[in-house]
């Protein structure tokens, strides 16, 4: 037994051993809704389920975590058709206690399939429907849709005793009998049932008597103006006499109030169902078209997105075709290259190895590269430094700087630092004194040692000199 | 004699089984025990207090 205080197990202490709360009220608490639960049971065996239902649920009240009073609570219901109460009480009873427990069992079999989910939901909407037909006075469709019903869950006793009460209501006693008594089959104290059952079977019993005293010779019959009355002993049944048709004036009159009448109905009911039909029409007409529309809507997305995809397809591909082609000049450089190097015209094969794109090249071809370049780099250095020199006594500072580059571009030490110091006097005598000084310190820094790393820092100081605000910065 | 009228008042719609949930959890699930607890959670609360 759980402890009530701290919930843990106590087995059949009267003291819990955990937080020493006294038990005993406890235990008479469970005592009591196991009798509750074993009344119910024994109601249960002789189907008297609306006692049994009683009992369950006060044994419930008593201790809500009385497991088998509520899955058996939970049969009762499926018994009397009630699945959705059923499965109510069964969630409660698993989420009490999720292990060992049948509960789950029972939730597993009516949800595993998932059409019988299905087919109570429909019997319950059918069932709903068949009280609202009762309440507009639509008692044959009610009856339909009740006998729908019962021939797919026929354990539903609230739509046998339903049917039964449409059934004494349309004075059909012997059929409201014999529906009530299927659902006193099911539930033999359902004081709903005994109730309706009661009234059928007196109304039955009365017809039958009837029938017996009109085949019984001692039966009077007394025949009055608009009725016959049959008298026997103390009980007196009187029965209408049907009325005949007049004719003549009254049937004119009666085919008059008919054409009034009709016209009425056709006024008042017809012509605004009509104009109620056109209007639904209409409103159909206007969904329909709106529907059309966002229909298009929606496939011109598609195809605006379509042509999206199409036009970056068209952009890869063309990208692909300038990478072709620039892959083509590439190696057509190089082949020009190596042709220019083979016939020693190295200026040549410079100027094609520099034009060829190494991320195009293919791992052989790089190899073939680094080994061209190096090799035409020490042949065209020499053209470049010599060009170079040419243009620098020339006083042609701008195509010196050019050529001058070209070879500290290729190494940046050649001829002893001289191509590197060059470059700075180009610079600084063609009135760029930034770029001189960056370069006067390099040769400053790499041949501070020899007669251009002095002629350097003179001309360094020089240029500061003559731009004082610069000074600092610029001096190593 | 039976009133069909006041009978039929007597027959509610049932839920459907997208009801259960709310089923569970607007039932009242109080039993005996909880009034039990809560009748000496509230003495020794006063017990506490007077002391």
């Known amino acids: ?476 | 004699m039976l009133d069909f009228e006041e009978e039929l008042k007597k027959f509610h719609p049932n839920k459907e089984v997208e009801d259960v949930e709310k089923i569970i959890y607007e039932r009242d699930l109080t039993d005996v025990s909880d009034i039990v607890k809560s009748m000496l959670d509230e003495l020794r609360y006063g017990q506490d207090n007077s002391r």
């Open chain 1, 1 to 476: 037994m759980k402890c009530y205080n701290c919930g843990i197990d106590t087995g059949f202490e009267t003291i819990c051993p955990n937080c020493g709360m006294n038990l005993i009220i406890n235990k008479k608490i469970a005592a009591f809704s196991n009798y509750w639960y074993n009344d119910g049971l024994e109601r249960a065996k002789v189907r008297d389920l609306s006692g049994a239902m009683e009992s369950l649920k006060k044994s419930l009240k008593i201790n809500k975590e009385n497991i088998d009073a509520r899955n058996l609570l939970g049969l009762i219901y499926l018994e009397i058709g009630e699945t959705v109460e059923a499965l109510t009480e069964w969630v409660i009873s698993k989420n009490l206690q999720p292990e060992d427990n049948l509960a789950g069992s029972y939730l597993e079999s009516v949800q595993q399939n998932a059409g019988r989910l299905e087919t109570i939901n429909t019997t319950i909407k059918k069932y709903n429907q068949a009280i609202k037909y009762c309440n507009e006075k639509n008692d044959d469709l009610a009856i339909i849709n009740l006998k729908k019903v019962l021939t797919i869950n026929e354990h539903l006793v609230k739509a046998y005793q339903l049917l039964g009460l449409v059934y004494i209501k349309q004075e059909n006693y012997k059929k409201a009998e014999k529906y009530l008594k299927k659902a006193l089959n099911i539930n033999k104290t359902d004081s709903r049932t005994l109730r309706y059952l009661k009234e059928a079977s007196s109304k039955v019993e009365a017809v039958k008597k009837i029938k017996k005293k009109s085949e019984n010779p001692e039966v009077k019959v007394k025949k009055e103006k608009n009725r016959t009355v049959y008298t026997t002993g103390n009980d007196t049944i009187i029965q209408p006499i049907a009325v005949k048709e007049r004719t003549g004036l009254s049937s004119v009159v009666n085919i008059m109030i008919g054409v009034i009448l009709g016209t009425l109905v056709v006024g008042f009911l017809v012509i605004p169902a009509i104009n109620q039909s056109a209007k639904n029409d209409t409103a159909n007409s206007v969904t329909k078209v709106n529907e059309q529309l966002a229909d298009k809507e929606a496939q011109i997305n598609d195809l605006n997105k379509q042509i999206e995809e199409s036009n970056k397809k068209i952009e890869e591909l063309q990208k692909n075709v300038e990478t072709s082609a620039d892959t083509s000049n590439t190696y057509t450089n190089l082949l020009t290259a190596l042709n220019y190097y083979n016939a020693k015209d190295f200026e040549n094969a410079a100027n094609s190895i520099t034009s060829v794109n190494t991320e195009l090249l293919s791992t052989e071809a790089k190899a073939m590269y680094d080994s061209l370049l190096a090799q035409v780099n020490d042949e065209v250095v020499k053209i470049y430094y010599t060009q170079a020199s040419n243009y620098f006594k020339g006083g042609d500072y701008a195509n010196a700087i050019n050529f001058y580059q070209k070879v500290v571009g290729i190494n940046e030490g050649y001829d002893s630092g001289m191509a590197l110091f060059n470059l700075a006097r180009s610079f600084e005598l063609s009135g760029d004194t930034e770029n001189a000084k960056t370069y006067y310190n390099k040769v400053i820094e790499s041949f501070g040692k020899y007669k251009i790393g002095g002629l350097s820092q003179k001309y360094l100081e020089a240029i500061n000199a003559a731009n004082p605000d610069n000074t600092e910065a610029n001096v190593q």
